[in-house]
């Protein structure tokens, strides 16, 4: 969106004298698990594990492999674990660590993301006491590197449709787990291609001629010499977009027997004779609550993506304001990128959106640990959780994406090499968008559960964010169809851009217009979809899809809101004043262009008169200007030093390059040795032309 | 944006029985140069030049120099060259082969574009008739590869201000190559870190104290075994985020001494004593013309990207149409992707702008060509060129990038292996947006254009696009600060949800929406700025930069209105009524997502009533509903066979996954051996269960 300007000069932008105090800060960003988060920054440092550009996919492979047992050795991976086992049972705590490694190798991350927040995590959460002794000390150790074998290539964030089995035998008391046809073959599994000695392999578990529904059972898949044990085959995923340091693969059962007792029991068990039981009597919620299990891994994926958001600005924020590019207002220094209108407008909104997720990512973690750790662990603790982790890491790895290609874009050709990070990260990252939950669908399943909150707010009063459903829900249709409502707000600003101004940084404006959108959305279509139940099957799903659409938007309005609430609670937690003051016009700008992007929508529906829509874009670029001089405070109060940056761009290298071109040509002007423009000579001859043209007529007249 | 659902129900999706004519409208689409594009195809489709995923980066660039002696075996590179020399003075030609070579490699087809398109077309361009016999005929025949030295590591898209020195030394009769400093090093260059032996070198030419601006040199870089001659160092770039098969480096000059007549002499010329003269007296004219002769590498970049884009949606949408996921319409079937109203929704608007920028490409094509052939020579073709170049290609080469990440989340894990390419051909074009002109600073250049043709308004009537501006600009300010015309469009449809449709369809609107928008936002900034010169020149520029982000707006949206012309023009190429009936409905899906996109101006602007504005999104909806039995049609018509799409997703090995799985699915059903679901077993349960408590109340009341 644009803005012609309006009749109305903006008041100048002051220099308010606020300025931030990086190091109070940084703490605040650090957050409840500050001193883990600190030591696996200092361990994210170490060269030991820092990725290297242009390895070969296989040496690429072996060298993560490596730095697992390194991390091991660190006792960095372990936190989530049992103590008697040797861990911390530090749920948040393990997760706050291990999103760090990012930048050191996100392929590091998710090699080790797959050893022990995976494959461990269910045995850990999925099996019971006997598993974990049994397994869990060699998983801890990476003495048995396992695979995560869930996704099939036939079915990816549909986990309920899979289709590999697991079949009972009374007579043998095993499972027989099978692949009943090539779209049944596991897929994109890390350690699946080669270092993977075991696998939690989810499969249908059939007894008594019964099928009880997705289970997750443990399976060797190797030997020690890295055979395939009978029955058991695979492929190799090749090369990929990104995360090369991961043997991703597919896997195959031919009828494969395991006992009994290797089924990870914890929420459904099979007798010797074949008898099925379970804790939970609803297949349905039987199968949620063992997925829900798994929810760290887009709980740290958020972390993670936020992280990789932060180090991207970092470097190219620093770039920005050293490197210079054509000079307009003098004809001796060029332009700081950063004092570019347009520059800001790429960098500071994304900078903005970056605080939001992380003290969004902040909230999701302690709300990880609650439930975890066993302090809030109900049944909508658990839903509201994974609501939450749904919401927040399709945004943030989205973000991510974007702020690393506009980081790429906005440091030209040497965002694009190698040494300047952005390139490898962003191609790493790519598929954080659609793996442990296609972004897209989780963002439909946030709509549902928002769907479900409306249909239910007849009968519950509150419900968290979604309390604040405007009751006069009618009422407010007409004002809107009227367009009664911007007639007001023209009445009230009375043409004052001040006035206008004024209302646009008012936290509740915000808040109002943000709630606002999303409570209207999910009426509109919970309006829409409310004779779905009734209707037949396919006609219920059409309908529902004609509105797909739009439901995933307001899911999307949803997460942004509580990443604004997020942001909005944050500025509680900081009592330094200038910090205040400048994170306030760093919230304002999130939630204002939040406004913006969306701007149609408030104006379609009468909740912003094209008076103070008009105003919007103006006012955005005056925060811009004000943030501007704070943009190098604010990266830097991420915290990421040298080792975690690793960017030439971001070593003051450019800063050298432009002091040096600079006093080169304060000497060459000093010693009067700098040749002339050939621009300057044609003005001059001008000049001498005109004087003796004057001078011709002055002789002549005379 | 998103719309709740008015109270009218749209009228429900016909089926309007109408074909795509897929061999004809592929015909369309291949333009004048059709024949030398199906040969380039036809090459650029054969193994030897495709590019083999996982290379390591000193092979990759080893094969990419062997593909490149290929290419001029297959005499495929010197159409562009004299005919005297071996070419074929066929420049549309020329572009039109080269640019279908980014589905091989890439790497072969940027190499390709360092050594013909910019280090030869550069002696071809810039040098007269003796340089052409001496150098081209091994720069044709790659004896002697070359770089193209014109950016520097402190100046990328402002080449004016490179600070690489050329001074005449009338003793010797040499120029003396010199860089000043470490800014001044060239950089990013192509054959620069290994195979090149010689170099266009851009440097300011200096002589008799005065610096006549860059002009461009031939400096011999390497002798035989490759080793760089005195005085010239240099650096390899190293491993980029992309386009690894190309030896990008770093290169400087040391008082390198050249002889007098390597300067290419076109356009600026240094005699004997030092005497300069040139045939373009204003040494700003002089240096947009230099450079204009360059305009080639932006015109190939606009048809690569386009070429990319139609890549990606060919293997995502057949992917779409046979890939399942879901069964939300029946218990048996799962929905077919691209069934789905967010999946079509995701695809085909970005399928309705490749078609837009392919139909745009042709013309700025054939518009080169009229220049370079001297068909159509004047400096306003050229100025029209050099801005339609800058235009189109800032906007193809970001659709690209957008098209091949959407294409890859919407095949998600799939699409982020190597074996199905989005993942390598998005990192290679990842550089297209900022290389051969960053695309801010190019869409900055066409605002530009559009102010001075704003000025120029007064003084000339006509001025192509930009002819539709609004005379009564005053009395349209008036008009929708009251909102006025907004109730007139209220009045004017009277409630009727079909009238507004056909409103939106009609292809006046759209060209009077998207025309209005360009020219009201230029005429808002033009007035803004009108007493910038004025000012002094610090205060100008904070004027300027104040508009900054705004102006960029508007040069992008004329952009797209260009795009949009384009594509309405092309629809009069087209006889079959059922073609022509599907590229209107995708027309007006490209149209009304850019009005869709921009809502927020069209409204806060009174360019759109509310109610009209709410109709767009379930209209837009309808048009997806409508282009989607045509989508796998539209695909095919962009002619790429399997040798150049080289996915496996759309191999056909989806569709038979599907159907194995379906067939399995049938005989478990029709044998009866398929286990029963848990749930119906529950459901059986309770309904047992409720009879037999009907039954005892029954029996307690008897």
Redesign the interface.
Known sequence: ?????TAETPEPVEDSGATVDVAGLGEVLLGRWAEIRQAARDLAGRPEIHRI??L??VEHRERVVGQLKYLVDAGAVHRAFPRRLGGEDNHGGNIAGFEELVTADPSLQIKAGVQWGLFGAAVLHLGTTEHHNRWLPDIMSLKTPGAFAM?E??????VA?I?TTATYEPETQEFVIHT?????WK??LGNAANDGLAAVVFA?L?TH?????VHAFYVPLRDEQRNFLPGIGGED??????L?GIDNGRLHFDQVRIPRTNLLNRYGDVAEDGT?SSPIA???RRFFTMLGTLVQGRVSLDGAAVAASKVALAIAVRYATERR???????TA??VLL????HQ?RLLPRLATTYAASFAHEQLLQKFDDVFSGAHDTDEDRQDLETLAAALKSLSTWHA?DTL?EC??AT????????NR???L??DL??Y???EG???VLLQLVAKRLLADYANEFRHADFGVMARWVAHQAADVTL??T?LR?VAQTFADSGSERKSANYLKDPETQRQLLTDRVS??V???G??LRNATRLP??EA??L???????L???ARAHAELLQWEAFTAALTQIDDHGTRQVLTWLRDLFGLSLV?K?????????RLS?QR??IL?TYI?RLLSRLRPHARDLVDAFGYGPEHLRAKIASGAEQ???D??MA?ARSRRASGEA?????V??ARRKATEKLSQKRQKLEAKG
């Open positions: 969106m644009t803005y012609t300007p550009d242009g070969p996919m996704t290539t036939g079915h990816g964030s549909d449709s289709a009943p046809f090539r779209a049944a897929d994109y249908h059939i001629g019964v099928d009880h529904g995923d090749g090369y990929k977009g990104g090369n099925y609803s297949p349905g590019q054509f000079n307009a207002s003098s004809d060029e332009e004092d570019y209108q347009r407008r994406l290609q790429r874009e030209g050709g040497a965002g694009f090499l190698a040494e952005f390139a490898a962003r191609a790519d598929i968008a659609t793996f296609d972004n897209t809107h169809r367009g911007q209207t959305m009426a509109g279509i309006g829409a099957q396919k799903a059409a529902f899809n004609e509105h797909q659409h739009e995933i938007e307001a913006e969306n701007l149609g929508w408030y104006l379609m529906y009468g094209a829509a008009r874009g670029n050298e390059r432009q040096e071109a080169y040749p002339m423009d050939e621009k000579l044609i």
